[in-house]
């Protein structure tokens, strides 16, 4: 067998959207457990809807979520170039043997004369595809029109009986009939190829053994075996991925609310979890395991056990499990991933084992990297205590309590969190508070909250200077 090589084929139309993501990490897994090569190829043809800076972005964002291809715009390879609007040579090329083949027509209908015939379809409840007309023009017509300078487009002249079966390595057995196939576009009037022309073309030039992609793109198989068999190539093995539904099963949309990686990363979502959760959009690995790394999703991942059903977007399911990967990823690097939060907050980062210590603490209790500083705020600025709070730290007892911390902590040296252990039972001995009447006045005065961190990890990030200017703050303010 050949070596294995796929491709991911984006449009450089806007941003690259989770559906996207998950067909060039499909095509990744896949390329990286065969040993194959991933190849990037930017399908820039239709230039309506071309973005300017659109396949940069997507270009980064791939190197974002650590999808790195073997070949593409921006690393080479032996198949370039890998911008189809560089192709144009070989596409008219390729488009001049359809003709000789009779694989292929030109086709002078205007854009007026087009509307018209889908009016005159749909009132007679027919199917809205072009209906050939322009199929049994003879030479010297076609000669004619184009010598009188009138646009033309040229279109496949697929066959009009009969059907196409072909093997789907998801979908298994697949059947079209071809009168319910288009004669499609291959090349616009503007001289730019189709992305069906265009994508036969590519894959067959670049040797691509397997198309892996969306589910939308299936019924655009029949014209593309069509132009294989018209060329006499060989077609890749094909995969069609199930659709991605929100939870209503409708199509996950941009108008259901944001669906481009780069809106996930940025509310605070982190990459290995995104890769984990798109990963499990529609593949199932043995078991009841959720959780894995890039690496062993590339041991785990097949073709095989890739669903035909569509995949709900479950966001609730991404949150738990982008909660997981903060808490269990290095500290190291959630701290790096966090600290521009802190900056943009003006929060005073400096102490670098406080900052640590606070990021290990509110990491756990947090689903969004975004959500962290929100949560370290308490360890950085004196509490504003609330007034549903306030009895709490005005109580005598509380006002007590707060004495004989001050006096505590500032006799005793060395404290760790055995000290502060032994504090609190000296608290009960004393005063004879215990439970949520010596926590919560104690939490309020030091954090803000009744509810919180307990007071040896208030203490190991707040130490003791500040513990006890925070004391002496709700004793002055009674």
């Not at 032994?422 to 001995?429: A, G, K, L, N, R």
């Amino acid at each position: 067998m050949s070596k294995i090589r796929v491709r991911f084929a984006p449009s450089p139309t806007g941003y690259l959207h989770v559906g996207g993501l998950r067909t060039a990490l499909y095509n990744f897994l896949f390329a990286r457990q065969n040993n194959g090569s991933f190849i990037l190829r930017i399908e820039d043809t239709d230039r309506t809807r071309y973005v300017e800076g659109a396949a940069e972005n997507l270009i980064t964002t791939l190197k974002m979520m650590d999808i790195n291809y073997d070949e593409g715009p921006d690393s080479g390879g032996e198949y370039g170039p890998y911008y189809q609007s560089q192709r144009q040579d070989i596409y008219q090329e390729h488009i001049g043997k359809l003709l000789d083949n009779d694989a292929a027509y030109h086709c002078f209908c205007t854009s007026e004369t087009l509307q018209k015939m889908r009016e005159e379809q749909a009132a007679k409840k027919e199917d809205i595809r072009y209906d050939g007309r322009c199929r049994k023009l003879s030479r010297e017509e076609i000669e004619r029109k184009i010598s009188a300078g009138e646009k033309y487009v040229i279109r496949a002249k697929t066959p009009v009986s009969g059907e196409l079966k072909f093997e789907d390595l998801i979908r298994e057995k697949v059947t079209f009939h071809w009168d319910m196939v288009d004669d499609q576009v291959l090349m616009k009037s503007d001289g730019f190829p189709t992305y069906h022309l265009a994508n036969v073309i590519d894959d067959h030039l670049m040797e691509i053994t397997h198309v892996i992609r969306g589910e939308e793109w299936l019924s655009s198989v029949p014209k593309h075996i069509f132009l294989y068999e018209a060329f006499g190539w060989e077609p890749p093995k094909m995969a069609h991925l199930p659709l991605l539904l929100n939870p209503d099963k409708s199509k996950l949309s941009k108008r259901q609310g944001d669906v481009a990686v780069e809106d996930f990363l940025a509310k605070g979502y982190v990459k290995e979890a995104l890769v984990n959760f798109i990963a499990l959009l529609g593949w199932h690995p043995s078991g009841d395991r959720e959780l894995f790394t890039l690496d062993e999703l590339i041991s785990a991942f097949s073709l095989e056990r890739i669903s035909k059903a569509g995949a709900v977007f479950d966001i609730e399911k991404l949150n738990w499990m982008n909660g997981q990967y903060i808490r269990h990823l290095d500290l190291d690097y959630i701290a790096e991933k966090a600290r521009p939060l802190f900056m943009k907050e003006n929060l005073d980062i400096s102490d670098e084992d406080k900052y640590q210590k606070v990021v290990a603490y509110t990491r756990n209790r947090i689903t969004l990297i975004t959500e962290i500083t929100t949560e370290a705020l308490p360890f950085y600025r004196d509490p504003d205590i609330k007034d549903e709070d306030r009895h709490l730290v005005e109580d005598p007892q509380a006002q007590e309590l707060f004495r004989l911390w001050i006096e505590m902590l500032k006799n005793t040296q060395n404290i760790d969190e055995d000290k502060i252990k032994s504090f609190i039972t000296q608290t009960t001995e004393k005063l004879g508070l215990k439970g949520k009447k010596l926590y919560f006045p104690l939490r309020v005065a030091l954090y803000g909250s009744c509810h919180g961190p307990d007071i040896p990890t208030i203490y190991a990030i707040l130490g003791k200077e500040v513990m006890i200017r925070r004391l002496n703050k709700v004793i002055e303010e009674k």
